[in-house]
C-alpha cells in the first residue's frame, strides 16, 4: 500500500478548485487561495510530481450523444474476470469494471442506448458465462457529483 502524502491547506483548496472545475485559470484558483498564481503553478507540478494529481475526468451529456442508460451491473461467477471484461468491452459500451467481493464477484458499469439494448446485453452475457444470478441498476440518469461533500483531510490513524 502507498504512504499518503502530506499536503496543506492550500493544497487541499487547490485540488477542490480543480476538482470544482478543472478548466478553471490559475488567476481564479489563486484568489480562491489568497497566493499568486505562479505559486499556483508551482504548487498543481508539485502535486502531479507527488502522483496526487494524475488526469482530468470530463463528464459530458451522454444522453446527446444517444445514450439513455446508466447501469451497474453485478454478476455472481466463476468465470475469469478478464473475459468477463473483454466480453463487455466488445459488446457494450463499458466504462468501469471492478471485482469485488462480497455479495457478487464482479461489477460493470456501462452506458446502453436503452433499456431494451441493456437487457439484451445483460442476456448475452448471462448466457455466454453461464450466470444465474445478475443484479442490474439502472440509474435515473447520468449520475451528478457533488464535489462539495469531498473531505481531502485524510483520517489520522489512532
Not at 477542490?16 to 489563486?30: G, P
Amino acid at each position: 500500500m502507498e504512504t499518503a502524502v502530506e499536503i496543506d491547506e492550500i493544497d487541499r483548496k487547490i485540488l477542490f478548485a480543480l476538482i470544482q472545475d478543472a478548466r478553471s485559470s490559475l488567476k481564479n484558483i489563486a484568489e480562491k487561495c489568497d497566493i499568486s498564481s505562479v505559486s499556483v503553478l508551482k504548487r498543481i507540478k508539485h502535486l502531479k510530481d507527488l502522483g496526487v494529481i494524475t488526469g482530468a475526468t470530463l463528464f459530458t451529456s451522454l444522453d446527446k450523444i444517444g445514450f439513455h442508460a446508466v447501469a451497474t451491473i453485478g454478476m455472481e461467477t466463476d468465470s475469469n474476470p478478464e473475459e468477463i471484461t473483454e466480453f463487455l468491452e466488445e459488446h457494450t459500451h463499458l466504462i468501469e469494471p471492478s471485482t469485488m467481493i462480497g455479495e457478487y464477484d464482479f461489477c460493470a458499469l456501462v452506458y446502453a442506448e436503452d433499456i431494451t439494448s441493456l437487457n439484451l446485453k445483460i442476456n448475452a452475457i448471462r448466457k455466454k458465462f453461464g450466470i444465474e444470478k445478475i443484479a442490474v441498476n439502472i440509474w435515473s440518469g447520468i449520475p451528478q457529483m457533488n464535489f462539495e461533500n469531498i473531505d481531502l483531510n485524510p483520517i489520522k490513524k489512532r
